[in-house]
């Protein structure tokens, strides 16, 4: 019988290198005696370093199937005694059953297996609940942070390059019973010993409080669940646990007066279906012209999900008998707002444009392909995100009635959108723009590029020519006009 001592607290190698002299010498499971040391009070520094057998030369060489590697990782930081001889049993097996991991039913396999999901458990529960606090003072500008966590297994120097890639820009020490880890902006330092909880606070333990009060919906409290997820030996370390029993105590009479002050009339956006639902006769009043009856009907569609979020629809503007139109992609922001299209930044370089080539904008039709705005909001800005081929194929109906009313001369695409709601093509826009296309009826289609993608360019002087060439595009646009009467 060979004794292997081990300090045993999460190194893989420390088991890896004995497992493979133990078994390249063809020391078979029974024949080895894996001890656990530094307990109960003994120093970790006082383990001794195992005596491992020569390999035999004529053993075959050590091989393992490559999911064997990360379980064994996983395994050796669990607190269960029996791991390491559980583990180089089944190296052992492996070496004559490459397949065996796949039994899911073997008695070895079962047990890694539960042990390495309790260590992966851990971990994740380390990354929900280390609560940092500041400790005063600061190293070379940089502010440091304790916190104190109490896990099941040896999982810090597992868990800790977590911390290090989320916490990189301040100094920060986790320390648990189980070992210690620090971080100085450069070095990852993990240190087997047990730390200390000093057991300060600071003032975003306020914070923790009131957020987490704020989150709590007593209606769906699910105490198994919660504790499930939040079990209670890691209460006494959160600052936001002293909460949970008044909440939990609570939570029925807090669910009745919820019930109490409840609203009793339907949310707004409910009367909004409610009218779209309305036949149009209802919606518009007696005399008004058609035009101004499908603006009024497309105020209430909701054809795609766009009208969700949108402040409202923005329809086409300017005389009913305009001989040229003019189509852009979407509202921005600032259309959304006020309901008009071309008003905010692409639209004052548009107008501009207009004022340079000599064409009146009151004297044009202008509207979208889309009539909601489509964005990302991102804090307090709404960014704008290109309308995609279903939500354009869903308000091409709204489109093609305004062509059908106003029945222009000539239509002018502004941008690769509008030219596929107006035609069905895809094609890139420099290999069509400024080239006149026949529709049906003998309306021409003029294809150029949208007025926002003068204020994409980065380069100034590019900017410069490309407004040029917009330029001639209109002047293009306001001959084209003049002859067709």
Not at 303 to 322: I, K, M, N, S
Not at 432 to 448: A, E, N, S
Not at 460 to 474: I, K, S
Request: aromatic content about 8%; proline content about 8%; overall charge neutral.
């Amino acid at each position: 019988m060979r004794t292997i001592p081990l300090v045993g607290r999460g190194d893989f190698s420390e088991w890896r290198d004995a497992a493979r002299a133990l078994a390249a010498a063809g020391i078979s499971p029974r024949e080895a005696d894996w001890r656990i040391c530094g307990v109960e009070g003994e120093l970790f520094d006082a383990v001794a370093p195992p005596e491992l057998p020569k390999p035999d030369a004529a053993a075959p060489p050590l091989t393992v199937p490559p999911a064997f590697l990360p379980l064994a990782e996983a395994v050796v930081c669990h607190t269960e005694p029996g791991r390491f001889h559980m583990l180089y049993r089944l190296l052992w097996r492996l070496q004559s059953d490459r397949r065996l991991l796949e039994l899911t039913a073997d008695k070895d396999v079962a047990w890694a297996r539960l042990l390495a999901k309790n260590v992966h458990r851990d971990s994740h529960k380390m990354t929900a609940f280390v609560r940092f606090k500041e400790i005063a003072g600061e190293t070379a500008g940089r502010r440091r942070f304790f916190a104190w966590f109490e896990p099941s297994h040896f999982i810090v120097e597992r868990t800790a390059p977590f911390f290090r890639r989320r916490f990189a820009d301040m100094d920060w020490i986790i320390a648990t019973p189980n070992g210690t880890a620090s971080w100085d902006g450069e070095t990852l330092i993990f240190d087997t010993r047990p730390g200390e909880n000093p057991g300060h606070g600071d003032p975003t333990d306020e914070l923790w409080r009131t957020y987490y009060a704020s989150i709590f919906n007593p209606a769906r409290l699910k105490l198994k669940a919660m504790q499930a997820e939040m079990p209670k030996k890691y209460w006494r370390n959160l600052p936001e646990a002293d909460l949970i029993p008044e909440m939990i105590a609570n939570a029925e009479a807090n669910v009745r007066a919820m019930a109490e002050r409840a609203a009793s009339d339907p949310p707004l956006f409910h009367y909004r279906l409610q009218a779209a639902a309305q036949p149009l006769s209802q919606i518009v009043p007696a005399g008004a012209g058609m035009i101004e009856a499908v603006r009024e009907e497309a105020s209430h569609c909701t054809r795609c999900p766009l009208h969700c979020t949108a402040t409202q629809t923005v329809f086409g503007e300017g005389p009913q008998d305009a001989s040229v139109m003019m189509v852009g992609e979407q509202p921005g922001d600032q259309e959304d707002l006020a309901g008009r299209p071309f008003v905010g930044p692409a639209g004052k370089v548009f107008d501009a444009v207009l004022k340079e080539a000599g064409i009146p904008r009151q004297s044009l039709y202008l509207t979208n392909a889309v009539k909601h705005f489509k964005y990302e909001p991102r804090g307090k800005r709404r960014i704008h995100q290109k309308p995609d081929r279903g939500e354009i194929d869903h308000c091409r109906w709204w489109l093609a009635k305004e062509v059908e009313l106003v029945k222009p001369r000539l239509i002018v695409a502004l941008g690769a959108t509008a030219l596929y709601a107006l035609s069905g093509e895809q094609r890139p826009l420099n290999q069509v723009r400024g080239k006149p296309i026949t529709m049906q009826g003998d309306m021409v289609l003029y294809p150029t590029i949208h007025p926002s993608y003068l204020l994409r360019l980065p380069n100034e002087a590019e900017r410069q020519r490309q407004q040029a060439l917009f330029v001639e595009d209109m002047q293009l646009v306001g001959h084209l006009k003049e002859t067709m009467g």
